[in-house]
């Protein structure tokens, strides 16, 4: 059974960093796209940024040059590199793996395209 577990969150003040990661298990690792979400209560989940089984990246508008997404297939973990942190950033931080079990080419961070989640990570950024 795949199993995504994030860790990293916290309250930061604007203009910092953080550093979430995301250990995963139960399936082939090196093959899957990967993914940050993140969510507002009240709001759909949008998409952060992702990853191919080939290290290529996609990200939203609002954090690129800001935040980075990179993966480790030999420790079987995913990192978000969150810099210059805004207070619009706040939200529950959720990583995900794509539906594909097979080998993922072309990032995406469209929800619809993953189906296992973590359980998320809450970053909250003061001003």
């Known amino acids: 059974q795949a199993q995504l577990v994030e860790s990293g969150g916290g309250a930061v003040q604007a203009g910092g960093s953080l550093r979430l990661s995301c250990a995963a298990s139960?399936?082939?690792?090196?093959?899957?796209?990967l993914a940050w979400f993140r969510q507002v209560q009240g709001k759909e989940r949008e998409g952060v940024a992702g990853?191919?089984?080939?290290?290529?990246?996609k990200y939203a508008d609002s954090v690129k040059g800001r935040f980075t997404i990179s993966r480790n297939n030999l420790e079987e973990t995913f990192d978000l590199q969150l810099n210059n942190l805004k207070p619009e950033d706040t939200a529950m931080y959720y990583c995900?793996?794509?539906?594909?079990?097979?080998?993922?080419?072309?990032?995406?961070?469209?929800?619809?395209?993953?189906?296992?989640w973590g359980q998320g990570t809450q970053v909250t950024v003061f001003s």
């Open positions: 995900a793996r794509s539906r594909s079990v097979e080998y993922c080419y072309g990032a995406s961070v469209q929800p619809e395209s993953y189906n296992y």
């Open positions: 139960g399936f082939s690792f090196d093959r899957p796209c």
């Open positions: 990853i191919d089984c080939i290290g290529e990246t």
